[in-house]
Nanobody
Framework: VQLQASGGGLVQAGGSLKLTCATS????????IGWFRQAPGKEREAVLC????????YYADSAKGRFTISRDNAKNTLYLQMSSLKPEDTAVYYC?????????????WGKGTQVTVSS
């Protein structure tokens, strides 16, 4: 099982970025998957999660109205569209696979991608 996040970079406050998580080694359609982030000196936190069907999503308060999660099961790929970025969004962003169709427990993490938002 592998997950690889990409698409991070340096962006000005108010800008947008789209992250991609490419997965392999399992059938994405069978599992919930999510985006997490970890800022320097802080604990890793869940940002957005999506059920296997895509019908249910979890949004952290910090992501509501600004971030959107989507998945393409045919391409085994997860996306995170981020807009109206703020300096406090600066973090390493990770994607993680859950053990079932909903977000009840993670079993695999991907390598992260750095997002830096300048003020």
């Amino acid at each position: 099982v592998q997950l690889q996040a990409s698409g991070g970079g340096l962006v000005q406050a108010g800008g947008s970025l789209k992250l991609t998580c490419a997965t392999s080694g399992f059938t994405l359609a069978y599992y919930a998957i999510g985006w997490f982030r970890q800022a320097p000196g802080k604990e890793r936190e869940a940002v957005l999660c999506i059920s296997s069907s895509g019908d249910s999503t979890y949004y952290a308060d910090s992501a509501k109205g600004r971030f959107t999660i989507s998945r393409d099961n045919a391409k085994n790929t997860l996306y995170l569209q981020m807009s109206s970025l703020k300096p406090e969004d600066t973090a390493v962003y990770y994607c993680a696979k859950y053990t079932s169709t909903m977000w009840y427990g993670m079993d695999y993490w991907g390598k992260g991608t750095q997002v830096t938002v300048s003020s």
